[in-house]
């Protein structure tokens, strides 16, 4: 059909209009495009200019603050510290062994960590910076800058630094840490960019390895322009990290402190537990080290000499210790016998010194023996024979069921390193593990704490504690995490007959405060301070019947480490317990004269929050302990002044 002229008129003027819309839309592309063109050859012809001259973009990782420890009062453990370092990146300095020649004239390098340098730089990726001088001076670091032109690749930076303020006091607690070593990425399924950085440092032990990734932090990255040379030009842009979460402890570093200067340097343990919370408030493991000699790695001469101690300095005794708990595992004998209702706290058992049991003849401590005696009188002059014959009668899977009821073969979750179970055999445990059949006599020496059944220091504080409360208190190092309170330790009801509990408690009283007790020499004489205690001798040596029927050689006349160990658990105040402690003393002989007098100075400390007066210890023993505070004051130092304190 045929359109008619006004019709063909109309279609042609609205090609016109959008033919000239087309049109000015195109002419106004070209335009812009004109306009950008111009900005980017002209406005921006310099930084092209650079882009043209090979330089390239890098993206390099900021490793974050990694969060620092502080104890319960806020004390500073573990903290960082401005480090200057001077780095290398190997792509970028083309002929390293020209650019370290220079370097070397400038500033003084170390053979030692030249050279690991070298092999680090052989092994990482090409565009890795390298350290191969850390902790160097401002003046090195300003030389360095001045002379960067003819030092391609080559930077200098300010890094943090891990620093222990408080040294030997927390180095079993904390820990240390240490560059990433090959060993580490290996058990680490997916490692964190950051864990390849050479040089860059993660927790080893304690604290800081096993809350590593509360507080390593989140890596930070920027964008840097780099010349030919591999000199930054610019930063382009920065992305800040996540520092690490800050820690606070349930210990308190002034009782810590003290604690562990009044184990000197004996090869000893102490733990003090709140018995309401269950917080750790010390834990000490003697002797210790200086945490701060590992964390730009040790020296040779310095290792060995903390390997080649027969004292162990590197071992936490606290937490990864298990020693025969001698007698002072006879409270866990006598709740086992007394809940199976086995005997009465009244019933007596006659002690002639032996007891003869499977054609083997079982010795009491004391070679006259004690008579007929009750609980009480069993606990005070810890007697043996008496537990002998309530092992006896209620037998092996009972005792332990107890002793794990109390926390004796129980593994506590606390972020310590290698922190051991324990031991409380069963008949089943001994034919799994050296598939052999329980015999009597295994019974018989588990009742007093020998043969098979090992507990730590932890574990036996623990047990004092529950022994105390008649709860399951649960060890607590953290407090909190980066302000967030953690779970109390202090535990449910353990369902004990509290009677019966009460009973143990009264003859543990006994022990450090009758004239009888086997402790009574380390009574507190402050009463609102008495306290409740047992203490524990353990060998580590077999006694022949020869050696019995001349006479049991004296632990002074023995080599050190054929002597017996010395322990000793206590709470206080005995009416409304406080601290809970335990103390070992490796191979120091008696529990009542090596342990004893060690464990009631610490709970007085604990209980006083300071110096106690000397007026809490017995009249005989006051000149002794006020020349041995006078002493410990001018040893340990003063622990506010070690480190910067927060609220």
Not at 231 to 259: C, K
Not at 434 to 459: E, F, K, M, R
Not at 592 to 607: E, F, H, W, Y
């Amino acid at each position: 059909m045929r359109r008619s002229p006004k019709e063909s008129a109309d279609g042609a003027r609205r090609i016109t209009r959008r033919g000239l819309i087309l049109g000015g839309a195109q002419l106004g592309f070209a335009g812009l495009l004109g306009l950008r063109m111009r900005y980017m050859q002209v406005e921006q012809a310099d930084q092209f200019r650079l882009l043209a001259e090979e330089n390239r973009i890098n993206i390099r990782l900021i490793p974050p603050a990694r969060g620092e420890i502080f104890d319960r009062n806020g004390m500073v453990i573990a903290e960082n510290e401005p480090s200057y370092r001077i780095t290398i990146v190997r792509e970028d300095a083309g002929d390293v062994d020209q650019v370290i020649a220079r370097l070397s004239a400038l500033v003084e390098l170390d053979d030692e960590d030249l050279n690991r340098a070298l092999i680090e730089m052989k092994r990482s990726a090409p565009f890795l910076p390298i350290t191969v001088a850390d902790r160097v001076t401002w003046e090195d670091i300003s030389r360095v800058a001045v002379n960067a032109p003819a030092l391609p690749g080559v930077t200098p930076e300010v890094g943090l630094s891990r620093r222990y303020p408080l040294g030997v006091d927390f180095a079993h607690i904390a820990g240390y840490v240490g560059p990433v070593s090959d060993y580490d990425l290996s058990r680490i399924e997916d490692p964190d960019q950051l864990l390849r950085i050479p040089r860059f440092q993660i927790g080893k032990v304690g604290l800081e390895a096993k809350l590593e990734e509360n507080l390593r932090g989140k890596a930070g990255a920027k964008r840097v322009e780099v010349n030919a040379v591999g000199r930054i030009m610019r930063e382009l842009d920065r992305r800040e990290g996540q520092a690490g979460a800050n820690l606070q402890l349930t210990i308190d570093h002034a009782l810590q402190n003290y604690v562990q200067a009044r184990l000197g340097q004996d090869s000893a343990a102490a733990v003090v537990i709140d018995c309401e919370h269950g917080d750790v408030v010390a834990i000490a493991s003697s002797p210790s080290f200086d945490p701060n000699l590992f964390v730009r790695g040790i020296s040779v001469p310095d290792y060995k000499a903390l390997t080649e101690n027969p004292y162990r300095p590197l071992a936490n005794k606290s937490v990864q210790g298990l020693y025969p708990p001698g007698s002072t595992f006879k409270m866990v004998t006598a709740m086992a016998a007394l809940e199976e209702g086995v005997v009465t706290p009244e019933d007596t058992v006659y002690c002639p010194g032996y007891v003869e049991v499977a054609n083997r003849r079982f010795h009491c401590w004391k070679r006259a023996g004690h008579g007929h005696v009750d609980l009480q009188t069993s606990l005070r002059e810890s007697c043996d024979v008496y537990y002998y014959d309530l092992a006896l009668r209620v037998g092996i899977d009972k005792i332990s069921a107890m002793a794990q009821r109390l926390g004796i073969g129980e593994r506590f979750d606390i972020p310590m390193s290698a922190v051991a179970r324990g031991r409380a055999p069963t008949k089943e445990w001994k034919k799994q593990t050296y598939d052999q059949d329980w015999v009597i006599g295994d019974t018989v020496n588990a009742s007093i704490g020998q043969g098979y059944v090992l507990a730590s220091p932890l574990q036996l504080a623990v047990m004092a504690a529950r022994l105390a409360t008649g709860r399951a208190v649960t060890p607590r190092l953290i407090r909190s995490i980066e302000g967030v309170e953690q779970p109390s330790g202090r535990g449910e009801s353990l369902g004990l007959n509290e009677n019966l509990l009460r009973q143990v408690r009264r003859a543990m009283f006994a022990v450090s405060n009758n004239r009888r007790g086997t402790a009574y020499g380390s009574r507190i004489l402050n009463d609102a301070f008495r306290m409740a205690g047992k203490t524990g001798t353990s060998q580590v040596r077999n006694i022949t019947a020869a050696e019995r029927a001349r006479g049991v050689t004296r632990n002074e006349d023995l080599p050190w480490n054929r002597r017996d160990h010395a322990l000793f658990v206590d709470f206080a105040p005995f009416d409304t317990p406080k601290y809970a402690v335990s103390v070992v003393i490796e191979h120091g002989g008696g529990g009542s004269s090596a342990a004893a007098p060690v464990a009631r100075d610490i709970t007085l400390q604990a209980l006083f929050g300071g110096d106690p007066p000397l007026a809490a210890y017995p009249e005989k023993d006051r000149a002794r302990i006020k020349a041995q505070q006078e002493r410990l004051k001018r040893e340990r130092p003063d622990p506010g002044s070690s480190g910067r304190g927060r609220a």
